[in-house]
């Protein structure tokens, strides 16, 4: 597993948002990008219990968040509330 430095996650949110006009225009296309690069699902722990992230979603208030799973229980989380190293497509 691969994890993007700083360098990295700011070209990512360039190359995202370079031909956005608005914040709504670059939170969709930061979103979009991350949905196409987030290689899931993959497991990662969230307060000591094991969950698999099985992809990401918009918010209501303009955010994102991590679709979680756990057996038949599901929770988003917000991506600014997780920590973890992420697993990007194609990068190893």
């Known amino acids: 597993m691969s994890t993007w430095g700083p360098a990295a996650l700011e070209a990512l949110i360039e190359e995202a948002t370079v031909d956005a006009y608005g914040e709504d225009e670059q939170l ?14 993959f497991t990662m722990t969230v307060l000591g219990v094991e969950v698999s992230v099985v992809g990401v979603d918009l918010t209501e208030d303009g955010g ?15 991506i600014l509330d997780l920590s973890v190293r992420l697993p990007a497509r194609g990068v190893s």
């Open 28 to 41: 969709t296309d930061f979103f979009t990008m991350i949905e196409e690069s987030l290689a899931v699902p």
């Open 64 to 78: 994102v968040a991590a679709r979680c799973a756990r057996g038949t229980v599901r929770q988003d989380i917000g």
